[in-house]
C-alpha cells in the first residue's frame, strides 16, 4: 500500500507541485490589486522606498504572470529564479525589520506579519524544487 502511494506520489509530484505553486502565485499577486494597503503598510514598516501602489502592483503582475507561466509549463526554471527572488525579498523582513516580524514579543515569536511572512519559507523551497525539476527534465 505504501509503495503504491510513493509511487503515485512520484509520479504527480513535479506538477502537483507547479501547479499549486502557480494557483498561489497568481492569488496572491491578484488580491493586491483588490487592496494594495497591507503590502504597502509592510513595506512602510521595511522597505520604505518602495511602499507605494505602483510597486505593489508591479508584484502583482509579476506574481500573476508567474502562476500563469507554471501552469503552461512554460520556462520554469527561469520562472522559478524570479520566484526565487520575490520570496527573498519577503524573507529578508526577518532581518531588516524585527519588530515586524516578531512583534513586541521578540525571537522566537511570531507576529501575525511574521506568520504571513514565514510561509514564503515553504514557497520558496518549492520553487526550487521547481528549478531543480525544470533541469532534469530537459
Do not use: C, Q
Not at 493586491?32 to 503582475?61: C, M, Q, R, W
Amino acid at each position: 500500500m505504501v509503495k503504491t502511494i510513493v509511487t503515485f506520489a512520484d509520479s504527480i509530484a513535479p506538477k502537483f507541485l507547479r501547479f499549486s505553486l502557480g494557483i498561489v502565485l497568481a492569488w496572491i499577486g491578484a488580491l493586491k490589486f483588490v487592496d494594495p494597503t497591507p503590502v504597502t503598510d509592510l513595506l512602510e514598516a521595511s522597505f520604505s522606498f518602495l511602499a507605494f501602489n505602483e510597486f505593489v502592483y508591479l508584484l502583482g503582475i509579476i506574481e500573476v504572470l508567474a502562476g500563469l507561466l507554471l501552469f503552461a509549463g512554460f520556462k520554469t526554471d527561469y520562472v522559478g529564479v524570479i520566484i526565487v527572488a520575490l520570496f527573498t525579498g519577503t524573507l529578508v523582513i526577518f532581518i531588516i525589520a524585527p519588530a515586524v516580524s516578531y512583534g513586541k514579543g521578540g525571537f522566537p515569536y511570531l507576529s501575525l506579519p511574521g506568520e504571513f511572512l514565514l510561509k514564503d519559507l515553504v514557497l520558496m523551497a518549492a520553487s526550487f524544487a521547481i528549478i531543480a525539476h525544470a533541469n532534469t527534465s530537459k
